[in-house]
């Protein structure tokens, strides 16, 4: 099961703690889980991610596989000016995982709306069990 949450397009979360909850979109849920196909597949479609005071954009994502503890990290935006102030993507010093995390979110083919397309593969290692 995947998991995704996100500020909406005012910068605010769904979430009774959100310091700017008088200024949640209330038309926008925030929240979506998918259970994977067979083969680990997802799809969402929510809103590109915005700014919010001391946050880049970005999306969160939690992976639940049975018996294994939850995985949690975060997706954002490719060439977003707010990520080098952003401390928690500033915090992975490795550029293979900083570029893990970074996805381009590009025009979707054939869209007459403007609609952007993201794809965020999230690979998880297990060590088999003795």
Do not use: M
Not at 4 to 29: E, P, T
Not at 30 to 36: A, E, K, W
Not at 80 to 87: E, I, L, M
Not at 113 to 128: M, R, S, Y
């Amino acid at each position: 099961v995947v998991e995704i949450w996100q500020a909406d397009n005012n910068g605010a979360y769904l979430h009774s703690g959100s310091d700017n909850c008088d200024k949640r979109d209330s038309n926008f849920q925030g929240f979506g889980r998918f259970t994977t196909g067979s083969t680990g597949e997802y799809l969402f479609r929510t809103i590109k991610p915005v700014p919010y005071p001391g946050r880049t954009p970005h999306i969160h994502f939690a992976v639940k596989v049975p018996g294994r503890d939850k995985f949690t990290t975060q997706c954002y935006i490719a060439g977003h000016p707010g990520n080098a102030k952003d401390g928690i993507y500033k915090s992975i010093r490795d550029t293979k995982a900083r570029d893990s995390v970074t996805v381009a979110f590009d025009p979707l083919a054939g869209s007459k709306i403007g609609e952007l397309n993201a794809k965020f593969d999230i690979v998880l290692g297990f060590t088999p069990e003795a």
